[in-house]
C-alpha cells in the first residue's frame, strides 16, 4: 500500500503565472483533498474531490481549481498567481468522502516572487 | 461561524511534567474534534480523534461541549513528544464533506 505522494515537492513561480501541483492518492482512496498552509498557520481547506467531482469548497477564489481522474490522482491549478499564494499546498486522501482518517502528502512548498 | 482556537502558539514542559495542549471550537452543531500531530521533517498524521476515545502515545482528549473545549493531555511528557500539534474540527454536513478546519497550531517542546 503506498501513501499519499505529493509533486513537485518545491516550486518557484511569477506572479500573474499558472501552476498545477499533483497528487496521488493513497490506494483504495476515492476522496482527495487540498488544503493551503501559510507560514505559521494552520491548514486551510481549499477544496475536495470525490468520486472524480468537486465535493464541497472552502473561501477560495475561482482561480483556485481542481481536477480528480479515474484513478482518483488529483490536480490542483491555480491561474494569475499572487504573493499571496505562497505557501504549503498539502493534499489528503480518505476513503468516502473523508468518513474516515485523512492521509497527508508531503506538501509542495510554492514560492510566487 | 466555525472556528478552531489554539491559544498557544509554543508550549515548553520538561520531560515527565504533564502536558495540556488547549484546543477551543466555535460550531453551532455537532462536530467531530481530531487532533494531528507533525514531527519534524514528517507530514502531517492523525493522533486521535473524539469519536474513537483512546489513548494514543499516552495523549487523551475529552470532548466538553458546555466549555466547547478538546484539550489534548498527557500526564508524563517524553523528549520524543516535541512535535507541531493541530487541533481539528469536520463539521456535520449532509453530504459528508468530511473537510477539516484546523487550528493554528502548537509547537511542544519537550526539554530533557
Known amino acids: 500500500e503506498t501513501g499519499v505522494t505529493q509533486s513537485p515537492t518545491h516550486l518557484i513561480k511569477t506572479r500573474g503565472q499558472q501552476v498545477t501541483l499533483r497528487c496521488s492518492s493513497q490506494?483504495?482512496?476515492?476522496?482527495v483533498s487540498w488544503y493551503q498552509q501559510a507560514l505559521g498557520q494552520g491548514p486551510q481547506f481549499i477544496f475536495q474531490?470525490?468520486?472524480?467531482?468537486?465535493?464541497g469548497r472552502g473561501n477560495f477564489p475561482p482561480r483556485f481549481s481542481g481536477l480528480q481522474f479515474p484513478n482518483y490522482s488529483s490536480e490542483l491549478n491555480v491561474n494569475a498567481l499572487e504573493l499571496d499564494d505562497s505557501a504549503l499546498y498539502l493534499c489528503?486522501?480518505?476513503?468516502?468522502?473523508?468518513?474516515?482518517?485523512?492521509?497527508f502528502g508531503q506538501g509542495t512548498r510554492l514560492t510566487v516572487v | 461561524a466555525q472556528r478552531v482556537t489554539q491559544p498557544e502558539k509554543l508550549l515548553s514542559v520538561f520531560k515527565g511534567a504533564p502536558v495540556e495542549l488547549k484546543c477551543n471550537y466555535s460550531y453551532s452543531g455537532s462536530p467531530e474534534l481530531f487532533w494531528y500531530v507533525q514531527y519534524s521533517r514528517q507530514r502531517l498524521q492523525l493522533l486521535l480523534r473524539?469519536?474513537s476515545r483512546e489513548s494514543i502515545k499516552g495523549f487523551t482528549a475529552d470532548l466538553n461541549k458546555g466549555e466547547t473545549s478538546f484539550h489534548l493531555k498527557k500526564p508524563f511528557a517524553q523528549e520524543e513528544d516535541s512535535a507541531m500539534y493541530y487541533c481539528a474540527l469536520s463539521p456535520f454536513t449532509f453530504r459528508g464533506t468530511g473537510k477539516l478546519i484546523f487550528g493554528q497550531g502548537t509547537t511542544l517542546q519537550v526539554k530533557p
Open positions: 490506494s483504495g482512496h476515492n476522496t
Open positions: 473524539h469519536i
Open positions: 489528503a486522501s480518505s476513503l468516502d468522502q473523508g468518513k474516515t482518517e485523512a492521509f
Open positions: 474531490y470525490y468520486r472524480e467531482e468537486e465535493n
